[in-house]
Antibody, heavy 120, light 107 residues
Framework: EVHLVESGGGLVQPGGSLRLSCAAS????????MHWVRQDAGKGLVWVAR????????TYAESVKGRFTISRDNAKNTLYLQMNSLRAEDTAFYYC?????????????WGKGTTVTVSS | DIQMTQSPSSVSASVGDRVTITCRAS??????LAWYQQKPGKAPKLLIY???SLQSGVPSRFSGSGSGTDFTLTISSLQPEDSATYFC?????????FGGGTKVEIK
């Protein structure tokens, strides 16, 4: 069965850093693009970043560009999101998600998510 | 960025009713559209992709239509387990963007 399990969320002060991890299982991890999507308290969904299967290509939302870095370790079947210079508006529930197939940008598998709270 | 506007923001209907949710894109996206269902405390679930293709395992009472800027999600016969929030998402260009959601409640 396909599973995505996020970890690494927590409470951090503004300006701080956090690294989210996502452990994938049940599928050939390197064969799929992956994304991070977040959901704020108002329950809106916001796409954050994506990475190609081999890790060579990344794209970011303007709101996180230069502060967040998406990466992956295909040997460990793990996706990462390094979040630096965190702001209060980054407070959200972060989902690790799988792209349904290559470059179609539909999300067919979601993790359970992890909470990030940025507050002093 | 492509803005996705859903309507209505909420709908209340009876079991067996036909429910229609609309999603409008701020510019043409061909058929690059997905619909998701989210229940409280759970992650979203893919229902429809490519505007009208049913994701594997999704009941056939769910259907999608549309192209260009206007899209529709239809639940042909509402069931109690369909109580949830539904989101559309454009898959045409980055950044991927989602509609604001439609909450479907059972009367």
């Amino acid at each position: 069965e396909v599973h995505l399990v996020e970890s690494g969320g927590g409470l951090v002060q503004p300006g701080g850093s956090l690294r989210l991890s996502c452990a994938a299982s049940g599928f050939t991890f390197s064969g799929f693009w992956m994304h991070w999507v977040r959901q704020d308290a108002g329950k809106g969904l916001v796409w954050v970043a994506r990475i190609t299967g081999d890790g060579s290509g990344t794209t970011y939302a303007e709101s996180v560009k230069g502060r967040f870095t998406i990466s992956r370790d295909n040997a460990k079947n793990t996706l990462y999101l390094q979040m630096n210079s965190l702001r209060a508006e980054d407070t959200a529930f972060y989902y690790c998600v799988r792209d349904k197939s290559g470059s179609q940008y539909y999300i067919d598998v979601w993790g359970k998510g992890t909470t990030v709270t940025v507050s002093s | 960025d492509i803005q996705m506007t859903q309507s209505p923001s909420s709908v209340s209907a009876s079991v067996g009713d036909r429910v229609t949710i609309t999603c409008r894109a701020s510019q043409g996206i061909s058929n690059w559209l997905a619909w998701y269902q989210q229940k409280p405390g759970k992650a979203p679930k893919l229902l429809i992709y490519a505007a009208s293709s049913l994701q594997s395992g999704v009941p056939s009472r769910f259907s999608g239509s549309g192209s260009g800027t206007d899209f529709t999600l239809t639940i042909s016969s509402l069931q109690p387990e369909d109580s949830a929030t539904y989101f559309c998402q454009q898959a045409n260009t980055f950044p991927l963007t989602f509609g604001g959601g439609t909450k479907v409640e059972i009367k």
